[in-house]
């Protein structure tokens, strides 16, 4: 209960000193801010490029996607394992290569056929998320650019497909309507491309490899009956932190893969050297804050010499003593990292202008979370109140006689 | 009965131009007594007043016993050998009330504050006593100042003020007027000693005009230097 109120009583004695005395607090806080401001600059531009570059990466598919670089064969409970690796965003089932090409032409212009690869494709499907939500029909087709400049179609338009075959020295070919659902950018897929549902793709694998197809009235042999084996798979990861795994999931499995890890690997190599970097500059500049602070609040503590003999005087415990420079270390503490923050938000747009050429709309150079702020206030109150201990402690041991006559 | 009972102490003060030491072999100061400490500068009155205060630790005390009114003695012997300043504190926060010749005043917060520290750190009411205590002083209408806005006279009434708010046992004042002409520090000595006779405390001032402690009544203690026995040293001592 004393203590308790001891305790308040020294925090207002040093609130009303740091109020009184305001000219130096505010030096005080000002240099704070000065040595806090150039590090919350430094984490907001590590935060900043790292953030720029994942979601760079994040926002290309191509970067996530796992490609087999050789043909195997892989039945229900390879695609079931897989799926459920935590790293799976996305998993389809590919035919062999051969099977997978089409020929497309525009019946309603006079123009050159276009061979295009015939891709599987699904609801969730990474290249198609923004175009397509819905599961395609084996009459619907999705375009890439090229294709569908080359062919000059658009949404909602017809296009015939054409595949051949050669049985018993037999060249036949099956025309099929398809109808244009979407066209994707070129920043997506840069070659021709007709993604389409796998029953489409299983039915074009089927007549290329001479069997029958009742829904093109294709004669053919039969499919023998029993699993079906598949000859490739598209396979796109969670995260850019996820096709380390995945490739090594793989490669255990003797798959391997074609993958963007040198990239991914470059962003993550330059993540950890911007943390080693900062941290290094942080903790330079911290032991030199602390040791300011420390050094200020000590001589602060020498000149408040007679006041802190009077609270000695008075009958005040060595504790409450010590809690004098402290609390007024917590007000430096907190006013200094508010300015620090407060300049930050200054600086920062000017530097992210500076840069804006080289970035996208909603890129920045210079980003600092808020959680990340308050993690630099609270860590800047515990190193403000450690300095200032030791500055308590040395108050706690004045001979309160000696103190009286300093006046 | 007595308040404080001392006996065979010794105090020593180093500085650059020598050691001073001072030596009491025997004091006993009776409850309620005013006393002073007549003398000139460096005979070490406020030496003394510092150790009454329990501010100094003695090199040596063959024993010291502090009797708080309606209370038993407490031996503060162990308490200063083991130089324990927070328990001291405790005993000087209730029982003693100490005017500096500086007055001691905080400059960062009001006058009222000022004197309502000591009833603060007891957790007793304040606000009226303190305006009593003020009104009393001649200091209704400086409550709400800074103590730089103050005259020296008023500064030192209210250290006054604050000495005796927690009306305590035991009140030590350190040339309470040497700072104030000769009529008004007639004034303040009178209204000071009036306040301790109103709440019944033991005063010990310390003074180096000798006639205005007589005639206000004061026991003077009784000072003397001894022979240095070595060069550089001065030693002085009390007794009653």
């Known amino acids: 209960m004393t203590f308790g109120r001891d305790l308040l009583m020294v925090s207002s004695l040093a609130a009303a ?7 130096l607090s505010l030096c005080q806080v000002a240099a704070l801010a000065a040595v806090l401001t150039p590090l919350l600059v430094l984490f907001g531009l590590r935060y900043g490029i790292v953030t720029t570059l994942r979601e760079e990466l994040r926002h290309n598919p191509t970067t996530l996607e796992l490609r087999p670089l050789v043909q195997g064969s892989y039945g229900r409970s390879f695609f079931a394992e897989l799926e459920n690796h935590t790293g799976t965003a996305f998993l389809l089932p590919n035919t062999r290569f051969l099977a997978a090409t089409v020929t497309l032409r525009n019946p309603a212009a006079r123009l050159a056929a276009v061979d295009s690869e015939l891709i599987p494709t699904a609801p969730g499907d990474p290249l198609l998320q923004h175009t397509v939500v819905s599961q395609l ?164 503590v020498e000149r408040k010499r007679y006041e802190l003999s009077v609270f000695r005087l008075l009958g005040l415990p060595s504790v409450s003593l010590a ?27 000017t530097i992210n202008a500076l840069f804006a050429e080289g970035l996208s709309a909603n890129q920045v150079l210079c980003r600092l979370p808020v959680t990340a702020f308050l993690w630099a206030v609270v860590l800047t109150l515990v190193l403000a109140t450690a300095a200032a201990a030791a500055a308590g402690w040395h108050a706690a041991r004045f001979s309160p006689a000696e103190g009286l006559r300093y006046e | ?175 309470p007027t040497a700072a104030l002409d000769p009529e008004r520090a007639d004034t303040v000595m009178r209204l000071f000693l009036e306040l301790t006779a109103a709440i019944g405390s033991t005063l010990i001032v310390a003074s180096h005009d000798v006639e205005r402690v007589r005639r206000f009544g004061l026991q003077p203690l009784r000072h003397e230097f001894l022979p240095a026995e070595r060069p550089r040293l001065t030693v002085a001592r009390f007794a009653m």
């Open chain 2, 1 to 175: 009965m007595s308040i404080l009972s001392i006996s065979d102490l010794r105090v020593k003060k180093t500085a650059p131009s020598g050691t001073f030491e001072l030596r009491i072999d025997r004091l006993d100061l009776a409850a309620g007594g005013r006393i002073a400490l007549i003398g000139p500068s460096g005979c070490g009155k406020s030496t003394l007043l510092d150790l009454l205060a329990l501010l100094l630790i003695p090199e040596q005390a063959g024993s010291f016993q502090f009797t708080p009114p309606a209370g038993s003695g407490i031996d503060l012997k162990p308490l200063l050998e083991r130089q324990d300043l927070d328990r001291l504190g405790e005993l000087r926060r209730v029982h003693i009330g100490y005017v500096l010749q500086t007055g001691g005043l905080l400059p960062f917060v009001s006058v009222r504050r000022n004197i309502t520290l000591p009833l603060l750190l007891l957790g007793q009411p304040a606000q009226a006593e303190v305006e009593r205590v003020a009104e009393a002083l001649g200091l209704g209408d400086h409550l709400d100042k800074k103590p730089a806005t103050l005259s020296a006279g008023e500064r030192q009434r209210v250290a006054i003020a604050r000495a005796l708010i927690h009306r305590p046992a035991l009140v030590l004042a350190d040339e």
């Open chain 1, 137 to 300: 029909t084996t009459a619907e087709v999705v375009l890439s650019q090229t294709a569908a400049e080359k062919l000059r179609v658009g949404v909602g338009d017809e296009l015939e497909g054409r595949l051949g075959r050669v049985v018993a020295d037999r060249h036949e070919t099956v025309h099929f309507p398809l109808r244009v659902r979407a066209v994707i950018p070129v920043a997506l897929y840069a070659r021709d491309a007709a993604f389409v549902a796998l029953p489409l793709l299983l039915m074009a694998e089927d007549y290329r490899e001479g069997f029958s197809v009742p829904d093109w009235q294709a004669d053919g042999r039969d499919r023998a009956p029993g699993e079906r084996l598949f000859a490739g798979f598209r396979l796109y990861a969670r995260s850019i932190d996820d096709v380390g795994p995945l490739r090594d999931w793989l490669a255990a499995r003797e798959i391997d893969t074609d993958t963007r890890l040198a990239e991914i690997g470059l962003v993550q190599r330059l993540d950890r050297s911007l943390t080693i970097l900062f941290l290094i500059i942080a903790c330079l500049g911290g032991i030199g804050f602390c040791l300011s602070l420390a050094i200020s609040l000590w001589g602060n």
């Open chain 1, 17 to 23: 000193d740091y109020r009184h005395e305001s000219r």
């Open chain 1, 323 to 349: 809690a004098f420079p402290i609390v007024q270390a917590g007000l430096t503490g907190l006013f200094g990292s508010l300015l620090a923050g407060v300049c930050y938000a200054l600086t920062s747009p």
